[in-house]
C-alpha cells in the first residue's frame, strides 16, 4: 500500500512539473507573440525569410529524391522541380519585398476562395442545425480576403507579422488555459485522495 501512494506522489509530481512546464511555454508564446505583433514589419520579413529557407531545403529534398529515383522515370520533372523550389526560395532570399507582396496576395486569395467554399457549404448544409456558424465562418473568411485584397499592398508589410503574431497569441492562451485546467483536475486527484 505504500508502495502504491509513492508511486502516485511521484506520478503526481511529474504531471505537475509538465504542467508547469506548459504553462511556461504558453506564457513564452504569448510573449513572443505580443513582440511580433508588435514590430510586424520585421516579424513579416522573418517569416517571409522562413517560407524561403523551407523552399530551398525541400528543393535539395526533391533534389536528392530526384537522383535516388531517376531509372524509375520522370527524372527530368523531378530535376526541374527541385530547381523550381530552389529558385523560388532564393528569389524569396533576394528579394524580400517581392516575396512579401506574393505571399500577401496569396492569403487574400486563399482566404477569398475558403471564405466562396464556406458559404456555398454553409447553404448546402443549410437543412441541419448551427448550419449558420459555417455561413458566420464563410462571410468573416471572404471579408477578410477582401480587406486584404482592397488594402493591397499597403498593408503587406505589417500584415503577415501581425497576423503570425495574433496567432502565436492565442496557441499561448490556450496552452496556458488547458495547462491550468490540467493543474485543477490534477489537484482535486489529489485532494481526494
Keep these: 500500500m505504500t508502495n502504491d501512494v509513492s508511486t502516485n506522489i511521484n506520478q503526481s509530481s511529474d504531471i505537475n512539473k509538465q504542467v508547469n512546464t506548459s ?3 504558453g506564457a513564452l508564446l504569448i510573449i513572443l507573440g505580443i513582440v511580433a505583433i508588435a514590430i510586424p514589419v520585421v516579424t513579416t520579413i522573418f ?6 529557407i523551407i523552399l530551398i531545403a525541400a528543393g535539395f529534398a526533391k533534389l536528392v529524391y530526384a537522383t ?29 519585398l517581392t ?27 443549410r437543412p441541419q442545425q448551427n448550419w449558420t456558424w459555417v455561413l458566420g465562418n464563410g462571410i468573416i473568411t471572404l471579408f477578410l480576403g477582401a480587406l486584404i485584397w482592397f488594402q493591397f499592398p499597403s498593408n503587406a508589410p505589417w500584415l503577415l507579422g501581425t497576423l503570425l503574431g495574433a496567432s502565436i497569441v492565442v496557441t499561448g492562451i490556450s ?4 495547462s491550468l485546467n490540467a493543474r485543477s483536475s490534477l489537484n482535486a486527484s489529489n485532494q481526494a485522495v
Design 47 to 52: 517569416a517571409e525569410s522562413w517560407v524561403a
Design 23 to 25: 504553462i511556461a511555454i
Design 68 to 96: 535516388h529515383t531517376r531509372h524509375e522515370g520522370g527524372f527530368l520533372w523531378k530535376l526541374l522541380l527541385s530547381g523550381l523550389y530552389i529558385a523560388t526560395g532564393v528569389m524569396l532570399l533576394i528579394y524580400p
Design 175 to 178: 496552452r496556458v488555459m488547458l
Design 99 to 125: 516575396g512579401i507582396l506574393t505571399l500577401t496576395l496569396l492569403l487574400g486569395s486563399f482566404l477569398l476562395t475558403e471564405g466562396t467554399f464556406e458559404t456555398i457549404l454553409a447553404f448546402r448544409l
